[in-house]
């Protein structure tokens, strides 16, 4: 019987069928950190980093180096959530300031 409840293999089908706003903190970040290494997937890396720091919102103080405390991330992941958690500062403080996003025009 179909209750409507759709499985996804990857947290990146769940976004693009769903929405980004349809994920869990834990599934957005297992985006950012994939792939999982072997017997760690991205999905457990992700709920790993949660649990050792708390919530998303504690990443963006976090010194770079702690994350490397958690199985499975190294230079490319953490540089990759930097840049994420770095577009996610710079977007709230313009909405929160009313500046516009500038783009170049040619």
């Known amino acids: 019987m179909d209750d409507g409840h759709k499985e996804w293999e990857h947290a990146g089908g769940k976004l693009a069928e769903l929405g980004p706003e349809a994920l869990t903190d834990a599934e957005l970040l297992s985006i950012l950190v994939a792939p999982g290494t ?8 992700a709920e790993n980093i949660l649990q050792r720091f708390g919530s998303v919102e ?23 959530l930097a840049a994420a958690l770095e577009i996610a500062r710079r977007a709230a403080y313009g909405i929160l300031d009313g500046e516009k996003t500038q783009t170049t025009k040619k």
Not at 38 to 45: M, S
Not at 58 to 80: A, C, V
């Open 38 to 45: 072997p017997g760690n997937p991205a999905e457990k890396i």
């Open 58 to 80: 504690r990443l963006g103080g976090l010194p770079l180096e702690r994350l490397y405390e958690i199985k499975g991330m190294g230079d490319t992941k953490i540089i990759r």
